[in-house]
């Protein structure tokens, strides 16, 4: 390569300051933090409006929740619960809907179990795999061992299906064991007892029923209503629950009680008032979100001045609006009623709502209708507020994410078109102030060639 071709080509690269001192490079990324001052502040935008599109997403939850109990509580199935009780620990039982306030008194004559007896089996058998069949209710099952042996024998009878379990009682010594098979009825019942035959012959055509030595037998509860009385009568179930004893009322027994024992269905008013905290509660929650992104923040500039920043929510006249609806809404008299009456008053100082459970329960014993009439009525108003903003296709806050979703997705686009030009002017940038290079160090060397062209004129003068 020669001298020229060397200064040519390192001339043409244009290294940063080389020729002109200049640091080019920070040059650049000055210009350049000054052309993307627009871009910085969409990001600033974008950033700003996702902390919101999460804010909303939060309060559109708990309204959701929020509609969720004040539905509940519009529902007079609801404010119809009741809670039964017993008067003997061994006698529980369950409410559930079409349940009524009333008593009922009635002794456990009997519980329900099913049959256990031990078999005797057979000193021999026909066949290498006997087979035995289990008759159940009219409904015959067979079971088949794997041998003779006792082993398999109560696996066999131990099959899902089989309507027994098994167990091999060893009444002899580790030495010299003698078993005794127990089978223990899966079902409780009088209808659930058994009888155990054992198929004879080579063939298997014939049969024999095996001896059973009862340990106990098959037989439902029984409970004798109204004992004492001249309307005694008594009742049957299979099992120890009394399925629909009184309307909606489920009854389980334990154990036999002579003692006649009392059964009262009565008002749960622990579950009415879970109705309400219920109520109030996620409202609460809903208020509460509402306020603490709305309040505002006090910070200090650099200069010391306070800076007053305002919170997420702020200015937004939606989640204003919604706010004003569910006030409105819970503090509203409901056909001339107040909801002070219920307990539910507007805190003065925080514009949040109290529930006063003392005086809520105390007009629950007082007027039960008039309470439900409050309480059920207020809920139907925020249930339409909450539901009506937090429907996932309609809903005004629902809408309101998905505008907020779409402003974040078109930002992100401007950002990235933003990218593709800054990427350029870097680039233009860039090739300018290559070209500054290579022009100041042509310069250079026609500069050092004509002052050596004029040192030879010299010279030869």
Do not use: C
């Amino acid at each position: 390569m020669s001298t020229d071709e060397g200064r040519h080509q390192m001339a043409s690269l244009g290294i940063d300051g080389l020729i002109s001192g200049l640091n080019t490079t920070d040059l650049i990324n000055q210009l350049m933090t000054a052309e993307a001052a627009p871009q910085r502040l969409l990001t600033q935008k974008q950033t700003s409006t996702s902390s919101l599109v999460t804010a909303l997403q939060a309060l559109n939850a708990k309204l959701s929740s929020l509609g969720d109990a004040a539905t509940a509580a519009t529902k007079a199935s609801s404010w119809a619960a009741v809670k039964a009780t017993s008067s003997h620990p061994s006698v529980t039982a369950t409410a559930a809907a079409g349940a009524q306030p009333s008593t009922l008194s009635f002794t456990v004559s009997r519980i329900a179990q099913s049959q256990a007896s031990l078999v005797k089996l057979p000193t021999a058998y026909d066949t290498a795999t006997p087979t035995f069949t289990v008759t159940q209710g009219g409904v015959d099952t067979v079971v088949t061992a794997a041998s003779s042996d006792i082993a398999d024998i109560v696996a066999a009878f131990n099959v899902k299906g089989s309507g027994v379990k098994a167990a091999a009682v060893n009444v002899g010594t580790s030495a010299a064991p003698e078993y005794r098979l127990q089978l223990t009825g899966v079902d409780t019942g009088g209808s659930k007892g058994f009888t155990i035959s054992v198929a004879t012959g080579q063939d298997g055509s014939g049969s024999e029923v095996l001896a059973l030595s009862t340990v106990r037998s098959a037989q439902d509860a029984q409970l004798t209503l109204w004992a004492g009385t001249t309307s005694e009568q008594t009742v049957s179930s299979a099992t120890n629950t009394f399925s629909g004893l009184m309307s909606g009322i489920d009854v389980t027994v334990t154990q036999v009680e002579a003692t006649p024992v009392s059964l009262t269905v009565a008002r749960d008013d622990a579950a009415i008032t879970k109705l309400a905290t219920g109520l109030m509660g996620a409202l609460g929650v809903v208020m509460s979100e509402i306020s603490a992104r709305t309040a505002s923040t006090t910070s200090t500039s650099e200069d010391g001045r306070p800076v007053v920043t305002g919170g997420l929510f702020s200015g937004d006249s939606a989640v204003r609006g919604l706010q004003q609806q569910l006030q409105s809404a819970t503090s509203l008299p409901i056909e001339g009623l107040s909801p002070a009456e219920a307990g539910i008053s507007i805190n003065a100082k925080t514009g949040m709502f109290d529930f006063d459970e003392v005086k809520f329960a105390a007009a629950l014993a007082a007027d039960p209708a008039k309470v439900e009439k409050i309480i059920s009525g207020l809920a139907a108003r925020v249930a339409d507020v909450a539901t009506g903003a937090s429907d996932k296709y309609e809903g005004t806050m629902t809408l309101k994410i998905r505008s907020q979703e779409g402003v974040v997705k078109t930002l992100g686009e401007q950002i990235a078109s933003w990218d593709i030009r800054l990427a350029s002017r870097r680039e233009g940038l860039q090739k300018t102030y290559s070209a500054l290079e290579v022009t100041l160090s042509n310069l250079q060397s026609q500069s050092s060639w004509l002052t050596s062209q004029l040192a030879s004129l010299s010279t030869s003068s």
